[in-house]
Structure formats: structure tokens, C-alpha cells
């Protein structure tokens, strides 16, 4: 069973930066496209970044040229590197692992970030 655990999320300072971290375990890390989505209050949940095992990108228009995806394979790490950030960041962000083949899709618990001066 596919288990991923987000850390690093806190509270920042308007432009300010924050990286988060999704470990993963229970299957082979290379397999699955990794993605990291968001959760504000009252809002749905929303994409913000997504990562393919070869490396492809996507983003949301809101986070581009600010947030960005990386994976480690070796350590079956995926990270989020948000530097820029503003109030409008502030949400609840989930790790995601969707499988290649199969598309069965596994969720973190999420971890806070909150952007407030």
C-alpha cells in the first residue's frame, strides 16, 4: 500500500519561501506520476504542481514562475519549492501518487502552510 507523508509546511512571511516534502513508500517510487495539490478554506481542491517520472511539469497558472516541483528518485522524495508566496497561498497542501497503469491514486494528510505577516 502506497503511503506518502508530507512535511514542511508552517507559517511564513509574505514573499517569503517555504519547501515542502512528500516521502513516499510501499511501491516503486518511478511508477508513479507525483503532483502536489491545495486546499484553502471554503475552496475546493486544486492543482498546483504536478511531476512525471520522466520529469515533465505542469503548474497552475497561479503558482507559475514562483512554486516548483522537484523528485528525487533516489531518496522517493517529491518536493515543492514555493518561494514568492502571498496570503492567496494559504491552503492545506497534499501530496499525490497517481500509478501509471493501474491510475489508482493515493493522498498524504496534508500539511498547513499558512502566509500571514
Known amino acids: 500500500q502506497v503511503q506518502l507523508v508530507e512535511s514542511g509546511g508552517g507559517l511564513v512571511q509574505p514573499g517569503g519561501s517555504l519547501r515542502l516534502s512528500c516521502a513516499f513508500s510501499?511501491?516503486?517510487?518511478?511508477?508513479?506520476?507525483m503532483g502536489w495539490y491545495r486546499q484553502a478554506p471554503g475552496k475546493q481542491r486544486e492543482l498546483v504542481a504536478t511531476?512525471?517520472?520522466?520529469?515533465?511539469?505542469n503548474y497552475a497558472d497561479s503558482v507559475k514562475g514562483r512554486f516548483t516541483i522537484s523528485r528525487d528518485n533516489a531518496k522517493v522524495t517529491v518536493y515543492l519549492q514555493m518561494d514568492s508566496v502571498s496570503p492567496e497561498d494559504t491552503a492545506v497542501y497534499y501530496c499525490?501518487?497517481?500509478?501509471?497503469?493501474?491510475?489508482?491514486?493515493?493522498w498524504g494528510q496534508g500539511t498547513q502552510v499558512t502566509v500571514s505577516s
Open positions: 499525490n501518487a497517481q500509478n501509471v497503469v493501474t491510475r489508482a491514486t493515493y
Open positions: 510501499g511501491s516503486i517510487f518511478t511508477l508513479y506520476f
Open positions: 511531476m512525471s517520472g520522466g520529469g515533465s511539469t
